[in-house]
Structures are given as C-alpha cells and as structure tokens.
C-alpha cells in the first residue's frame, strides 16, 4: 500500500489560510470518510487535529477544517498563526487488510 | 489528563528484538471500546501503524510487520507492549504508542505518547 501524497511543505503569512491536499486511491481515502489529520512538534506527542474528515476533537480551534473530494482530502487552516508551524500528516482507514495509511506529510512554515 | 509514555532501550543490535512498553495514566485501559496501539516514525519522516490490542489481549497487527511483532496487555499495570523480532536497521524509529477510542471517532487515535528513538545499529 503505497503512502498517500502531500505536499512537501506549504506556506502562509499570519492571518492567511493555508489547505494541505492529501491524494489518495479508491482503496483508501475515496473509499471511507475516515480520514484524520495530525499536527506534530518535534519531540512532542502527535496530536489529532481533524478524525472521520472534517470532525474536530474537543480542544481543537475551528481554524482547522477538513474535506474530502473523491480521492483527495484536504486539511485547512484559517487565520495562520505561528503556533501552527509544525508537521502534519494525514492518514486513512484503507480497510481490514490493511487497515491505515499515512501520508507523507507537509511542512508548514509561517511567514 | 490522559497520557501515554513509552519505554525501552534506545539502541537494540541487528537481529535482536526490540521490546517497548507504554504506560498509560488518567483512563482506564480496560474499557470497552479503547484499543491501544503502536505507531513508528523513520528518519525520512514517514509514519507507520504498527498494530493495536485490546485490553482483552485481542490484537490486530500491520501484515507487512506481524511475521515479527506481538503485543501484549498489563490491566494490573496499564501497560502495554511491543516486541518486534530479528531487527534491522531499517526498523530504526521514533516508537509511538497511541489509543484508538471507539466511543467517540471512528478510526482515529486520540491520544498518543512523545515517542522514543530506536535506533538498530551494531
């Protein structure tokens, strides 16, 4: 099962959007709405930002936003901040053979 | 507060077996509905699922990993772990544990641990 691609990295001023894609198959990400996304610091523990695509865990500023379009979902920021600097990952239930895939993840920088 | 700590050697020798344990505070490991997993990350950054375990020992395990790996469960101790057998260096990790919780979301994991680095080297 191949990873799912993103961006390698994706940039923004504060106060801009930014929308990370996240390409998938028909065997994953176009087959479930079981996506989620994950913020990482370095050193710190992962952080689940956006679960089934576009549901957000209690906590979690509505700055984040996510969708999905046939194979492809995409992670929103709105409203950059700098505190949003970090890596995310996108990851998709691909079924009980496989179970998940991850993406490649992207780099966002702030301005 | 729900936490999660991996521990475990940091440096295991090629064809050794790595063994983490994660433990786990501020919930209970026992509950219907929690699955408690492992993940790693490589070097180049990519992520994998490693596999997860129910409190009851039940366990669903990554099938390019489980010729290699087990996992077991502690409820006395609310620990669970890894082994993964006849490393190699291309096993050398950040090591997370994660829990999968059921009740709320579907395929997602809520809450993960800050991981340890495994490096596989001679």
């Known amino acids: 099962q191949s990873a799912l691609t993103q961006p390698a990295s994706v940039s923004g001023s504060p106060g801009q959007s930014i929308t990370i894609s996240c390409t998938g198959t028909s065997s994953d990400v176009g087959n479930y709405n079981l996506v989620s996304w994950y913020q990482l610091y370095p050193g710190e523990a992962p952080k689940l930002i956006i679960y089934e695509v576009s549901a957000r865990p209690s906590g979690v500023p509505d700055r984040f936003s996510g969708s999905k379009s046939g194979n492809t979902a995409s992670l929103t920021i709105s409203g950059l901040q700098a505190e949003d600097e970090a890596e995310y990952y996108c990851c998709s239930y691909a079924g009980s053979s496989t179970f998940y895939v991850f993406g490649t993840g992207t780099k966002v920088t702030v301005l | 507060q729900v936490q999660l700590q991996e521990s475990g050697p940091g440096l295991v020798k090629p064809s050794q077996t790595l063994s983490l344990t994660c433990s786990v505070s501020g919930t209970s490991i026992s509950r219907n509905n929690y699955f408690w997993a492992w993940f790693r990350q490589f070097p180049g950054k990519g992520l994998e699922w490693i596999g997860y375990?129910?409190?009851?020992?039940?366990?669903r395990y990554n099938p390019s990993l489980e010729s290699r790996i087990s996992m077991s469960v502690d409820t006395s101790t609310k620990k669970f772990s890894l082994r993964m057998n006849y490393v190699t260096a291309a096993d050398t990790a950040v090591y997370y544990c994660a829990r999968r919780n059921t009740v709320t979301m579907a395929e997602a994991f809520d809450y993960w641990g800050q991981g340890t680095l495994v490096t596989v080297s001679s």
């Open positions: 375990i129910y409190f009851s020992g039940s366990t």
